[in-house]
């Protein structure tokens, strides 16, 4: 980590801030107004939005911007639990600002599709508008806990490539300035594989931070605790699905890296090269 702990989470919070009003923006698009026309306009705009958020923040903070990246660092031994909560508060803050701005740009078009579609805020009915803030699960996901799988299980695949893309045993690593790039598009693939299952979220402040703005703001018990007390899948689902991940790569391909970057360093001693000399 570089610079003082204040720095990183100024850093955290406006690169979640950063992220989130363009990704909740592009969905404001997408509902309100029809600027945007499908998913996969949703996706790009979610997974280059956040490819830039992670060029901002990398060499002030390590470029966390998640909450369950953060705890699942900290339990693996790669970060500072001292540093968690303030990490996790500064994500999540960084999460209703970005939120807060969305509206501030949109609130005259949420007025005015509210009243074309005859919608009351806080009704049942305005699920549909909540969904620019924060995620719920499909009509056709039979309860949270087949929801909270899926997040968990993208979680994990977003972690597991989150430590391939930045293992340093790994010698094919992407060029410095390309590895945020390719996170985003692999974010841009969950989206556009599975994220009409529940959103995607993956990330507790991408979720929480917004969904708490918009229960301030007149949606109320239709966001929190959400319909079916929704709120909780996707804290605790990416929370479970990063640890899993990262325990996974360490099992797995980061173990195997691990082993052939020791043996090409054993190989390449002064005595074995002394020997292959003589």
Known sequence: MKGSLSRELLAEM???????????????ALILVGAVKDFVGVTLAWGLAIAVAVY???????AHLNPAVTIAFATM????WRKVVPFCLAQTAGGFIGAAL???????????????????????????TSRVFCTFRSDFVPDNLHAFIVELVLTALLMFVIMLLTDQNNNILPLANLWPFMLGLFIVVIGLSAGCITGYA??????FGPRLFAALTGWGRVVLPGIDNYFW???LGPIAGAI????????????????????VSANNSPENVAEKVA
């Open 14 to 28: 406006m690169g979640v801030a950063f992220f989130i009003f363009f990704g909740d923006a592009v969905v404001a």
């Open 77 to 80: 031994g790669k970060f500072p």
């Open 233 to 235: 899948v996707p804290i």
């Open 102 to 128: 969305v509206y501030a740009l949109y609130w005259p078009a949420f007025k005015a599709f509210e009243a074309a579609q005859h919608i009351t805020r806080g009704s049942v009915a305005s699920v549909l």
């Open 202 to 207: 993956m990330n507790p402040a991408r979720d």
């Open 244 to 263: 899993t991940g990262g325990f996974l790569y360490n099992l797995t391909v980061g173990k195997i890296l691990a082993t052939i970057n020791t043996g």
């Open 56 to 62: 901002m923040t990398a060499p002030i903070s390590g």
